[in-house]
Nanobody, 124 residues
Framework: QVQLVESGGGLVQAGGSLRLSCAAS????????MGWFRQAPGKEREFVAG????????YSADSVKGRFTISKDNAKNTVYLQMNTLKPEDTAVYYC?????????????????WGQGTQVTVSS
């Protein structure tokens, strides 16, 4: 059974940093792409960043490009999201997800398993 457990969320002032972690179990981690999504109150869940199974390809949404970095450690079955220069509009519940393939995808339906989410709140 696949399990994803996120951690690292919290309250931070604008301009600050946080690093989210997502520990995966139950699947050969290096085979599948991983992604981070977020959902703010009253809004749709949106893609933030993704990384291919090998870790060789990454992609970030325009809204976070240059500020957020996704990485993964296959030995630890963990994917990270380093978030710098945070803005109030980054406030959301952040979810990690594991893809149905090794290819990096940006759509929600490409991901088969989801974590429970971790709250990130950025104060102005």
């Amino acid at each position: 059974q696949v399990q994803l457990v996120e951690s690292g969320g919290g309250l931070v002032q604008a301009g600050g940093s946080l690093r989210l972690s997502c520990a995966a179990s139950g699947r050969t981690f290096s085979t599948y792409a991983m992604g981070w999504f977020r959902q703010a109150p009253g809004k749709e869940r949106e893609f933030v960043a993704g990384i291919s199974g090998s870790g060789g390809t990454t992609y970030s949404a325009d809204s976070v490009k240059g500020r957020f970095t996704i990485s993964k450690d296959n030995a630890k079955n963990t994917v990270y999201l380093q978030m710098n220069t945070l803005k109030p509009e980054d406030t959301a519940v952040y979810y990690c997800a594991i893809s149905r393939s090794g290819y990096l995808m940006t759509t929600k339906n490409a991901y088969g398993y989801w974590g429970q989410g971790t709250q990130v709140t950025v104060s102005s």
